[in-house]
């Protein structure tokens, strides 16, 4: 009798253990190490391996350095406060208005050199609650946020040239307390919490004139983590509308729900793709951890033959 190799010249081929999923979609979070202060409402940016998280809930100055293992504490802010923008990388950040405490809100912008902070030039609308900035110091967007003077959420954006800052076209649907991730030029504002329903799953993407709403996240939340650049691809996760550990990608186009964080919790969040992320502290209560995500890159697989 003929056998396959006789037929097509090569034998029966099998993997000697499952295959593992490729990409994004077989990432996982695993446990990172511990901040030193535990808190929420923190700016953070960076990579996996070179982040930096900055002030904080009880209106901490507290700044501290990531290197893949273990948090370093370093030079305080200037300006303690929690609730602000970040924008930036471990060397060269911007910490964005703020909350002060006390009914107190600040349109104080600070810049981080890797080793000091140093006041730079304000914004023109002081805000908190977690307004988002994106891209770099040198060319920064923010948008969200609550507004005492303007008595209301923020629906207004602001651009930074590297020397001043400039206000731009409005959101679409005003909100606070959302994500976002791209650059000043192109960029995604992610979720939030409005006046009324609350918690929206709302996506609007920037091409550096005005906002298009785009395709809605699956979980309504605010209070999210999530990467930083490109607008192209990204990650979402935790959160709270009530706390939750929903992970989500972004392909540009659609939202695909990923492995949970192994706890729910409103967070920050670093990371430069949607490979490779920090989940940073968060509430309730104040935490003082860090989950490390990270997809694989390359399917290997052991052949066999027989």
Same mark, same amino acid.
């Given at each position: 009798m003929a056998?396959?190799?006789?037929?097509?010249?090569?034998?029966?081929?099998?993997?000697?253990?499952?295959?593992v999923v490729q990409g994004v979609a077989g990432g996982s979070w695993a446990s990172g190490g511990n901040l030193n202060t535990a808190k929420s409402a923190s700016g953070s940016t960076g990579s996996q391996t070179a982040?930096?998280?900055?002030?904080g809930d009880n209106s901490t100055a507290n700044t501290e350095?990531? %290197?893949?293992?273990? @948090?370093t504490e370093v030079n305080n802010l200037s300006t303690a406060r929690s609730s602000m923008g970040a924008a930036g990388s471990q060397t060269a950040s911007l910490a964005v208005a703020g909350y002060l405490g006390g009914?107190?809100?600040? $349109?104080v912008v600070e810049s981080w050199d890797g080793t000091n902070w140093t006041s730079g030039t304000s914004i023109n609308t002081a805000r908190y609650i977690n307004e988002f900035s994106v891209g $770099?110091?040198?060319a920064a967007l923010v948008f969200q946020g609550y507004s005492p003077s303007l008595g209301a959420i923020a629906t207004n954006v602001e651009q930074w040239n590297g020397s001043s800052w400039t206000e731009v076209a409005e959101f %679409?649907?005003?909100r606070r307390v959302g994500g976002g991730f791209g650059t000043s030029t192109d960029a995604l504002a992610i979720?939030?919490?409005?006046?009324?329903?609350?918690?929206?799953? %709302?996506?609007?993407? @920037? %091409?550096?004139?005005? @906002?298009?709403?785009v395709a809605d996240v699956n979980n309504a939340r605010y209070a999210l983590g999530s990467t930083s650049t490109p607008s192209s691809t990204g990650l979402i996760f935790g959160g709270t509308d009530g706390a939750t550990n929903f992970t989500e990608s972004w392909d540009g186009t659609s939202w695909t729900e990923l492995n949970d964080m192994a706890t729910a919790r409103s967070t920050t969040g670093a990371g430069t793709s949607s490979g490779a992320a920090l989940a940073i502290?968060?509430?309730?209560?104040?935490? $003082?951890l860090t989950e490390e995500w990270t997809a694989p890159d390359v399917v290997i697989n052991t052949l066999t033959t027989s």
């Amino acid at each position: 009798m003929a056998t396959l190799k006789d037929i097509k010249g090569d034998q029966i081929r099998y993997l000697d253990q499952d295959p593992v999923v490729q990409g994004v979609a077989g990432g996982s979070w695993a446990s990172g190490g511990n901040l030193n202060t535990a808190k929420s409402a923190s700016g953070s940016t960076g990579s996996q391996t070179a982040a930096i998280t900055f002030g904080g809930d009880n209106s901490t100055a507290n700044t501290e350095l990531y %290197n893949g293992t273990s @948090w370093t504490e370093v030079n305080n802010l200037s300006t303690a406060r929690s609730s602000m923008g970040a924008a930036g990388s471990q060397t060269a950040s911007l910490a964005v208005a703020g909350y002060l405490g006390g009914g107190v809100v600040t $349109n104080v912008v600070e810049s981080w050199d890797g080793t000091n902070w140093t006041s730079g030039t304000s914004i023109n609308t002081a805000r908190y609650i977690n307004e988002f900035s994106v891209g $770099n110091p040198a060319a920064a967007l923010v948008f969200q946020g609550y507004s005492p003077s303007l008595g209301a959420i923020a629906t207004n954006v602001e651009q930074w040239n590297g020397s001043s800052w400039t206000e731009v076209a409005e959101f %679409n649907t005003s909100r606070r307390v959302g994500g976002g991730f791209g650059t000043s030029t192109d960029a995604l504002a992610i979720t939030g919490l409005t006046p009324a329903p609350g918690a929206v799953a %709302n996506v609007e993407s @920037w %091409n550096g004139s005005s @906002w298009t709403e785009v395709a809605d996240v699956n979980n309504a939340r605010y209070a999210l983590g999530s990467t930083s650049t490109p607008s192209s691809t990204g990650l979402i996760f935790g959160g709270t509308d009530g706390a939750t550990n929903f992970t989500e990608s972004w392909d540009g186009t659609s939202w695909t729900e990923l492995n949970d964080m192994a706890t729910a919790r409103s967070t920050t969040g670093a990371g430069t793709s949607s490979g490779a992320a920090l989940a940073i502290g968060g509430y309730p209560p104040f935490s $003082n951890l860090t989950e490390e995500w990270t997809a694989p890159d390359v399917v290997i697989n052991t052949l066999t033959t027989s």
